[in-house]
């Protein structure tokens, strides 16, 4: 027995030794720094290419996998090996990826994927027989969110890597890396074009201009760090609701900043992410795609060791005026939410949305007609304030009466209208204050008026809105509100997003 298992620690040694390639952590330390010590069960570690040859110069098959877990909780984790063939895909590797992934969904288990490689491995993809045998699992493509998927581009990746990230639910990318359909030498080869990684797929094209990514990091370590702390706001699978923690932060902690914070001018802009701070729970805001659609913040925080989904406008950026960007952003974040029973909670301070050329050349109105889409379909718990302007459609955006929230309440500051003031006096008294003998007076009762039909008490009074509240009182609101609101089977909702794309 002795010999045999000699034999049997040659041939895992032999796969595993000498698998060192350029600089950066190799797959096996990525897995390490991502899971916990001791933790990772590999399995495959046998594995080979089944091309005749090329037994000995492909350990794993590029692709080292198994089980491992993270703060505790059982995961799934793949890492493509740069250091064989690097890191393709042959018919082995597409095998155990599947295999692992229909485990994960059958067993409950979220799937972390370390992305670099080179995409399909030509001699495997190569013919009709080829290709046609190694087309996107639809095991993959039908997911359905049913596990969370968690993402990383660590080095350049083509194809695979770069297919996976886009399904997944959250996605670092590591600077200096590119994430892209296929690399330069192809698309050189094939198009003529000469393009440099970056520019091709690199983290700011994904963080700024398309939104494909959600978080940037400055080195590999980070990017496995930000993918457990993501992991630590989520359910394992669909069936759960995310983990409660417990927090010595003061439900009731005094909120008399705020009323510092947030001028009553409402031409005057304030930094958003400072009032989430004071409102949930300290330190706990994870922000998602904070570099694209800037006058939204989408995030996920704790409100009393509770999980919650934060959709928040951001007067720093355009004043708050929300465009495409912000539209794609709001719904995939909307998505998200509803397939992991994460309930919302919407901070309104909006003039509305852009318009213009530009706006309607980026069909601006699919944009916001999609996004109220999500936000009518979604079932989990909801709970929207407007903090100190919401008007025209983006009043609905944000969740506001009639859009499925179980509560909808407004600061004293708020103004809600289907424009603002300025715009709304010119609009309908034009012609009016142009026969006026004292338009100047006259625009200024004009505009008065139109302050006081605008105010939240007109709403409040007919029980349009639920209330208005005392800014200071805002988190004992919410706690009280978004707790009250799961107390039905701890807020789950139907899913009815599960399975809308994951892009869009």
């Given at each position: 027995m002795k010999g045999w298992i000699d034999d049997l620690e040659r041939r895992k040694q032999k796969h595993i030794?000498?698998?060192?390639?350029?600089?950066?952590?190799?797959?096996?330390?990525?897995?390490?720094a991502l899971v916990d010590q001791g933790s990772f069960l590999e399995l495959g570690a046998l594995n080979h290419s089944d091309v005749s040859g090329m037994e000995d110069k492909?350990?794993?098959?590029?692709?080292?996998?198994?089980?491992?877990?993270?703060d505790g909780r059982p995961v799934v984790v793949m890492a493509p090996d740069r250091a064989v063939l690097a890191g393709t895909e042959g018919t082995v590797y597409i095998r155990?990826?599947?295999?692992?992934?229909?485990?994960?969904?059958?067993?409950?288990?979220?799937?972390?994927?370390?992305?670099?490689g080179g995409g399909l491995r030509m001699p495997d993809g190569m013919g009709s027989d080829g290709i046609s045998e190694r087309m996107m699992p639809l095991s993959l493509l039908r997911h359905g969110r049913r596990v969370p998927m968690i993402s990383s581009i660590m080095g350049d990746s083509f194809g695979g890597p770069t297919w996976y990230a886009i399904q997944s639910d959250f996605v670092v990318q590591v600077k200096g890396s590119c994430m892209a359909v296929a690399g330069p030498r192809m698309l050189e080869i094939a198009t003529g074009?000469?393009?440099?990684?970056?520019?091709?797929?690199?983290?700011?094209?994904?963080?700024?201009?398309t939104g494909q990514i959600d978080r940037v990091a400055e080195e590999e370590t980070?990017?496995?760090?930000?993918?457990?702390?993501?992991?630590?706001?989520?359910?394992?699978?669909?069936?759960?609701?995310?983990?409660?923690?417990?927090?010595?932060?003061?439900?009731?902690?005094?909120?008399?900043?705020?009323?510092?914070?947030?001028?009553?001018?409402?031409?005057?802009?304030?930094?958003?992410?400072?009032?989430?701070?004071?409102?949930?729970?300290?330190?706990?805001?994870?922000?998602?795609?904070?570099?694209?659609?800037?006058?939204l913040i989408t995030g996920l925080a704790r409100l009393g060791g509770r999980v919650v989904g934060v959709v928040a406008s951001q007067p720093l950026v355009r004043g708050g005026a929300y465009g495409p960007e912000e539209a794609d952003k709001a719904t995939s974040f909307i998505c998200f939410c509803d397939s992991y029973h994460i309930p919302m909670v919407f901070l309104h301070d909006v003039p509305g949305f852009r318009v213009?050329?530009?706006?309607?050349?980026?069909?601006?109105?699919?944009?916001?007609?999609?996004?109220?889409?999500?936000?009518?379909?979604?079932?989990?718990?909801?709970?929207?304030?407007?903090?100190?302007?919401?008007?025209?459609?983006?009043?609905?955006?944000?969740?506001?009466?009639?859009?499925?929230a179980d509560f909808v309440v407004a600061w004293?500051?708020?103004?809600?209208?289907?424009?603002?003031?300025?715009?709304?006096?010119?609009?309908?008294?034009g012609r009016q204050l142009a026969k006026s003998e004292a338009p100047a007076t006259e625009?200024?009762?004009?505009?008065?008026?139109?302050?006081?039909?605008s105010s939240p008490y007109k709403a409040a009074a007919k029980h349009l809105i639920d209330d208005v509240i005392d800014p200071r009182d805002t988190r004992k609101f919410l706690h009280r509100t978004v707790d009250l609101a799961c107390r039905r089977n701890g807020g789950k909702g139907e899913r009815l997003l599960a399975n809308w794309p994951t892009g869009f």
């Open positions: 030794a000498g698998m060192k390639k350029g600089t950066g952590l190799t797959a096996r330390e990525r897995i390490d492909s350990p794993a098959d590029a692709l080292v996998a198994g089980l491992a877990e993270i155990k990826a599947e295999a692992l992934h229909r485990f994960a969904v059958k067993r409950g288990l979220p799937v972390c994927h370390i992305g670099e074009e000469k393009v440099a990684s970056e520019e091709l797929g690199g983290w700011e094209i994904h963080a700024k201009v980070q990017g496995l760090e930000l993918m457990r702390k993501f992991f630590s706001y989520l359910p394992s699978h669909c069936d759960e609701t995310p983990p409660y923690v417990l927090t010595i932060d003061p439900i009731d902690r005094n909120l008399d900043e705020v009323l510092e914070l947030v001028p009553t001018r409402r031409n005057r802009a304030y930094d958003m992410r400072r009032l989430i701070q004071l409102v949930f729970d300290r330190e706990t805001l994870f922000e998602l795609k904070p570099d694209f659609g800037g006058a213009g050329r530009t706006a309607e050349a980026e069909k601006m109105a699919t944009k916001v007609m999609v996004w109220n889409q999500a936000l009518a379909w979604s079932t989990v718990p909801k709970v929207s304030v407007v903090i100190r302007k919401s008007i025209g459609a983006a009043y609905s955006n944000m969740c506001g009466p009639n859009m499925t004293p500051t708020a103004e809600i209208s289907f424009t603002g003031a300025e715009v709304g006096v010119n609009v309908v008294y625009r200024t009762r004009l505009l008065e008026q139109w302050e006081f039909d």
